[in-house]
Nanobody, 126 residues
Framework: QVEESGGGSVQEGDSLELSCTYS????????TGWFRQVPGKEREGISC???????TIYADSVKGRFTITRGSRNTIYLQMNNMKPEDTAMYYC??????????????????????WGQGTQVTVSS
């Protein structure tokens, strides 16, 4: 139900845009989060967007470089600019079904999200 796309290999300073598509039931509202994980390290929550797209949250590690937006009703984008080697990771999109479609206070832990994609690899070379 959740699918990421857009990963790839780029050079330091380059940009990349990830997409996340979700096929909700007609009446569902949901928040969407982006996470990343490097083998051997904990998963990191990097951004979350609410149902309307009017509220966004970012981790300090990506603030000012990454932008999360909502396109169509079921498509979320993550624009990544000025990328760094430390951005190299598997990136996951996750959806949280919620009556009001907001990002929870503990969003970065990822435990509140209901559906996860398979991930898309992003590699940044120096």
């Amino acid at each position: 139900q959740v699918e990421e796309s857009g990963g790839g290999s780029v050079q330091e300073g380059d940009s990349l845009e990830l997409s996340c598509t979700y096929s909700p039931l007609t009446a569902e509202t949901f928040a969407t989060g982006w996470f990343r994980q490097v083998p051997g390290k904990e998963r990191e929550g990097i951004s979350c967007i609410n149902w309307s797209g009017g509220s966004t949250i970012y981790a300090d590690s990506v603030k000012g470089r990454f932008t999360i937006t909502r396109g169509s009703r079921n498509t979320i984008y993550l624009q990544m600019n000025n990328m760094k080697p430390e951005d190299t990771a598997m990136y996951y999109c996750a959806v949280r079904k919620t009556q009001y479609g907001y990002c929870p206070g503990s969003w970065s832990k990822g435990t509140d999200f209901d559906y996860w994609g398979q991930g898309t690899q992003v590699t940044v070379s120096s």
